[in-house]
């Protein structure tokens, strides 16, 4: 129910943060059975895609390519160092820079994940050009809002 001074852009369902939330939530869910197979969490697989794309990235990189900050990462990479899909190394230049770097094992993984693009491109029912134009929306979307300053609350 809602009362009578309710204003429409309070309302749940117009909220882009919600519908953004939601959708999220329902992609990850789906990407469960498909990694689950593999052995890997959603983390685990973006954090691969990013070192099948480059492999040898430096930790700080490989958070900002992933969008986790090292709170998250460190462990996440530690967990999948003890799976035997990375190493984590020390940058031959810079001692304080750490380098991820795959193994034969994770590399192996890419060939088997394979089919988790097309299978999850199936399931949102979108052509793949609309699927890349909605991908490039949220990564504008992002961008923004990483790049603008707060907005100050407007006092009524």
Known sequence: ????????????????????YAASLALTRRYQPLLGELGLT????IT??????????????????????????TPLLKRMQAAGWLQRQRDAQDERRVR???????RALRERAAHVPACMLAATGLAPSEARALASQLHALRQQLVSSTPVERKTP
């Not at 959603?42 to 697989?45: A, G, R």
């Not at 691969?48 to 990235?57: P, T, Y």
């Open 42 to 45: 959603y983390p685990q697989y």
């Open 48 to 73: 691969l895609m990013a070192l099948w794309e480059e492999d040898g990235i430096s930790v700080s990189a490989l958070g900002e390519r992933v969008a986790l900050d090292s709170g998250t990462l």
């Open 100 to 106: 991820i770097v795959l193994t034969p094992a994770g």
């Open 1 to 20: 129910m809602t009362s009578a001074s309710s204003d429409e852009t309070q309302l749940l369902d117009q909220q882009l943060c919600f519908a953004v």
